[in-house]
């Protein structure tokens, strides 16, 4: 009896033990080696299997690095950036740590969960790197960039003919799309399609004019949507509150031949290629360099790089810090540019593995659409930048389906971010 | 066990006083009742437990939450009555705020009202009742993307078959729905309204079964028209029904969240923007923990308030 009550007792003791061993035991699956005694290194990324350039540098690298061995944690890219800020506040010890965006990366940063990597990032060239910059953070860098996307101008040629598109204003754009335009119905075909994100009038507003995203006056926006909304007008482009509410994907626009030109960032040139190569479309595509509002020869754009960084309870820092630089420089930049992904790094070298991709576009003007002179960042990084985002999109949204004008959305945003968020 | 065992009696000593006696069975009721405490306790403990685990405890952590700065990553910050000086100051809480009450005052009454004339109408002997039945119960089991994705589609400004039957019928400018100010709202309003219809006719279905045959027969003798007899019979027959299904139908409108989130996003602007999108967004994307801790208890607050008076209305029309 006695032995039935210390058991009944004991027994719950001994679960809930277990319970946590076991639990220790499934949160730890530990090993810093591989059971072939190789030196393991997590890399957490998204969407392993949809997106090439990951497979691409872990190949590659473990090609070169034979001892060490790099394995994937795969997260949904929607999730992405609320599940590493949930591992990272968990103590989780992945010891790379892909950067999807700077302002996240600005955040990691801070609090202290990154790696320095300084000494790292002051050896390598910068002229050769696009993006670098927007890593520093007070002199120090916690990240280094493997590749970085920028807006060109992608184009049907079938559609646009022996049109001259090598050094277009918004003007010159404006024009082509409502020549362009054609049809009626079902079986319109539109001049261009502007997508309906905010960074579509506004990035590249602020791109090509100098003006400040986050400084609460935004006259300098106008132009762009004086051009967007008369393209709207002139209907030589899907009006905004159609493709908004039909959820139009700007993938469709181009690749079912409903419009000649669409401005997009260079990460889709791999997904065009992706889907030629799967028998998803068969149109004849190209780049342009994205159309400018000074004529002075320049290219000015916008993008935004992505990195990886280096966990501070990584397990294996040193062979962690090993793959960073390796993705990062030549040998990595080679590994993306392989398979159609715009590289952090560039060089001659670099270009003609990219231009080799089979499919992808080799005339002269694609290859100066991918060597712009300047890529200023979409957004700047600061506290409010999520904030004053929200304002911006709210108001675009109201600017481009007419319920409001350019001039009183322009006002609101201006109160909006100096009321709400300065 | 042999034959019956002779009943227990409490030990009576001769010498024992009867005030003994008396303590001796009061002991011993206090143990039964003890024994029953336990015995019931351990009845409802395992749901407690989970009760508590899962809803006591976050509710009362969001309430703590809400007087303090935290950002689900650094040490919680106490902040007083910040956030909700915030709250005040905020003019997206008070965009949201108004817009719930816009959501709620025109999905409540049309949902009580049609899920209630659908009940009626398909509480005839007819035949196919069933498979209408069914049909109008199919919006709620389907998935709510889909529900969302189908009314996008529907409402499409220029090509959509609603505006394209409203051009048929010579309205000029049909609405541009999910992208106009004005429209974006009453567009969620049917959607949601097309969806939930089936669920609370099927409460009402329900519910109509509890009215006594009798009473419409009296009604009927008495010479009550088919709209007296719903007026006199039906629904007064139905009223627990009915207050059940209008709690429900009004705790859910105030915290419409999903339908939302999928057609608009809040947009165009903040002019479908609800409260618990802000919730939402200021706590999951904008890791503003906190503040939207203070949100959700104002929230909170809001249905507590309007389920009381309605209980309170309730009451009183019973008595």
Redo the contacts between chains.
Sequence with gaps: MKLKKSLARIAPLVVATALTATACDASGTDSSSSSDGKTVVKVALWNYKTTPEFKALIDGFEAKNPDIDVQPVDILADSYP?KV??M??GGDTTDVLTMKNVTDYARYAT?GQLLPLTDEATKLDKASYSGLDDYNLKGKYYALPYRSDFWVLFYNKDMTGKADMSKLTWDDYAKLAKQFTKGSGSDKVYGTYLHTWRSVVQAISSAQTGGDQLGGDYGFFKDQYDMALGLQKAKAVL????A????ITYDSQLTTGKAAMVPMGSWWAAALLAEKQQGKNDINWGMAPMPQIKSDGKTVTFGSPTAFAVNKKAKNADAAKKFVTWASGPEGAAAVAKIGVTPAYTSDKILDTFFSVDGMPTDALSRTAMQPTTVKLEMPVSDKT??ID?ILK??H??IM?G??SVDAGIKEMDK?VK??VQ | MSAAAPPVAPPVTKNASPGASAAAHQAAAKRRRRRNLLVGWSFILPNFLGFAALTLVPVIGALAMAFTQWD???TPKWVGLDNFQRLWN???FWAALQNTFYYAAGHIPLTLGVSLGLAVLLNQKLRGVHVLRTAFFFPYITSLVAVA?VW??L??????PVNQFLSFLGVDHPP??????DWAMPALIIASVWRDMGYYMVLFLAGLQTVPAELYEAARMDGAGPWQRFWHVTLPGLRPTTFFVTVMITVSSFKVFDLVQVMTE?????STLVLSQLIF?EG????RFGYASAVSLALFLICLVITVIQFQMQRRSER
Excluded: C, H
Aim: avoid cysteine; charged fraction near 30%.
């Design positions: 609320d800020t949930t990272l506040a609090r009006p905004f509150s159609a908004s509410s039909n959820q999520s904030d929200q709210e108001e949204e109201l389906s319920e409001k909006r009321d709400e | 689900s990553y650094s905020d003019s997206n994705v996008n589609m409402l499409s400004p220029d090509s959509g541009g729905w999910t992208s106009s100010r809040g947009g165009p602007g903040r967004r999951i994307t904008q890791g």
